[in-house]
């Protein structure tokens, strides 16, 4: 990006303007890095949907309630290790499981290998990736009753993984009449901003699902040499199997590849950061700073822009806080209302297959295209195309019904996402589908 100075005013206000100039790349950046997502992603995000509505009509729960007890919010950076030791020596190296301790846990998905390493069983796991990787957090734990908190859009097969109790939540990726449907057929869940790190959803949800303080450790947004991850999770267990005399636990290409910096923890310490996780960093500050509900861990992590307080001070709150409520936190108890929300599912989801059966019959000329009716059909059935660079790149802007090209393109679509709204239709009429036994 090029900057043009059209006037002399830089040169009188020049702090001012340098300033302007600074948000200015910062926005861009954003805009950019959104529709970069939406290009690759935006395809997968809508399929995930399509297929986690079967599990959403099926175990239709309450949102979790903490009440005024405190949570813990865990993600899986480096710093995590230091504070689950001392978690472990409070309490003798027995952690209450939920329902018996004085505080809730929720963590991200990540955190799951290293709590089991401290035999702890978290309330809440979160759950957002919507690509293969999440699975490998889930080794050694399928079949455990953790009860998850699963974006909509998530890979389906982290809905299987584990076996307690499943609380869906939403995060729009793009403005899109497919999700506006979704609301107003009652059938969005809680609906949260698009963040783009779990560390910042699972914060997110710890202040939404109570009301009593929050603190967060092992959000790190940062690493060091030879972690960056904490231990058991499984990029850390990927390195050290890999670990040989050849191959130390130090990731150098990690740690030094271009656009890495150092960068200074909450303790003073040197550690190492870069663009991405500091824009993650930057967004906690803006999403979360100042807010007097939530607390954060000293520790190698970056600072988040709200209060840092050590274990010992932690453990404190925590404990004040449990004395404000006499039921176990974290309810999630079902709803008994599975068969009126599958029926509204099934409902929506053989309303959008008539539509891309309709879109489909005329761009192959099995009806008549009608100018009008086509374009309604093309800004209806939007989850076609707008993962289309043309269009993640302009807003959510199509080509107009004329262009060849895109209306090729947009027919390639349909018979994949057909599909997907059959297979959904065949689990919610209880059929043996094929979506139960596909990842």
């Known amino acids: 990006?090029?900057?043009?100075?059209?006037?002399?005013?830089?040169?009188?206000?020049?702090?001012?303007?340098?300033?302007?100039?600074?948000?200015?790349?910062?926005?861009?950046?954003?805009?950019?890095?959104?529709?970069?997502?939406?290009?690759?992603?935006?395809?997968?995000?809508?399929?995930?949907?399509?297929?986690?509505?079967?599990?959403?009509?099926?175990?239709?729960?309450?949102?979790?309630?903490?009440?005024?007890?405190?949570?813990?919010?865990?993600?899986?950076?480096?710093s995590l290790d230091p504070f689950l030791s001392e978690l472990s020596a409070l309490y003798k190296g027995k952690i209450p499981e939920p329902g018996e301790r004085r505080f809730g846990i929720v963590c991200v998905g990540a955190c799951l290998p290293a709590l089991a390493d401290w035999g702890i069983l978290p309330d809440l796991a979160v759950?957002?990736?919507?690509?293969?990787?999440?699975?490998?957090?889930?080794?050694?734990?399928?079949?455990?009753?953790?009860?998850?908190?699963?974006?909509?859009?998530?890979?389906?097969?982290?809905?299987r993984?584990?076996?307690?109790?499943?609380?869906?939540?939403?995060?729009?990726?793009?403005?899109?009449?497919?999700?506006?449907?979704?609301?107003?057929?009652?059938?969005?869940?809680?609906?949260?901003?698009?963040?783009?790190?779990?560390?910042?959803?699972?914060?997110?949800?710890?202040?939404?699902?109570?009301s009593g303080p929050v603190i967060s450790a092992g959000i790190d947004f940062s690493f060091v040499m030879d972690a960056s991850h904490a231990r058991s999770t499984p990029g850390r267990r990927d390195l050290e199997n890999r670990q040989?005399?050849?191959?130390?636990?130090?990731?150098?290409?990690?740690?030094?590849?271009?656009?890495?910096?150092?960068?200074?923890?909450?303790?003073?310490?040197?550690?190492?950061s870069n663009p991405a996780m500091r824009k993650y960093r930057d967004l906690f500050e803006r999403e979360f700073g100042g807010n007097p509900r939530l607390f954060d861990i000293a520790g190698s992590g970056l600072p988040l822009g709200v209060k840092t307080i050590n274990a010992k001070e932690a453990f404190?709150?925590?404990?004040?806080?449990?004395?404000?409520?006499?039921?176990?936190?974290?309810n999630l108890a079902r709803s008994g209302k599975e068969k009126i929300q599958a029926d509204r599912i099934t409902a929506f989801a053989k309303s959008e297959t008539d539509t891309l059966k309709e879109l489909k019959d005329m761009l192959t000329g099995a009806i008549p295209s009608e100018q009008e009716r086509l374009e309604v059909l093309l800004d209806t059935a939007d989850y076609l195309w707008a993962h289309f660079p043309e269009c993640a790149g302009a807003g959510g802007r199509r080509p107009p019904a004329t262009d060849l090209s895109f209306l090729k393109r947009v027919r390639a679509e349909i018979d994949p996402f057909l599909k997907l709204w059959e297979i959904t239709l065949e689990e919610l009429a209880g059929q043996k589908g094929t979506l139960g036994n596909n990842p």
Do not use: H
């Open 127 to 159: 759950i957002l990736e919507s690509q293969q990787w999440n699975i490998r957090c889930f080794t050694g734990l399928q079949g455990q009753k953790i009860n998850a908190a699963i974006d909509l859009s998530a890979l389906p097969a982290s809905a």
């Open 316 to 330: 404190a709150i925590l404990n004040e806080a449990g004395d404000q409520y006499n039921t176990p936190p974290g």
């Open 1 to 78: 990006m090029e900057t043009i100075r059209l006037t002399g005013g830089w040169q009188l206000f020049q702090r001012l303007y340098d300033d302007m100039e600074a948000a200015f790349k910062r926005e861009i950046a954003v805009e950019w890095s959104n529709a970069m997502t939406l290009i690759r992603l935006g395809r997968l995000y809508s399929k995930n949907l399509i297929r986690n509505l079967a599990y959403l009509g099926r175990e239709d729960t309450d949102s979790p309630d903490f009440g005024p007890a405190g949570i813990l919010a865990l993600g899986a950076g480096p």
């Open 244 to 272: 040989n005399r050849f191959r130390s636990l130090i990731d150098i290409d990690a740690a030094l590849k271009g656009g890495t910096y150092a960068a200074v923890s909450k303790t003073g310490e040197q550690v190492r």
């Open 161 to 210: 993984a584990l076996k307690g109790n499943r609380y869906f939540f939403a995060t729009p990726w793009a403005e899109l009449a497919f999700l506006s449907r979704l609301k107003e057929s009652g059938l969005l869940p809680d609906t949260f901003p698009p963040m783009g790190s779990v560390g910042l959803n699972a914060a997110a949800l710890a202040l939404k699902i109570g």
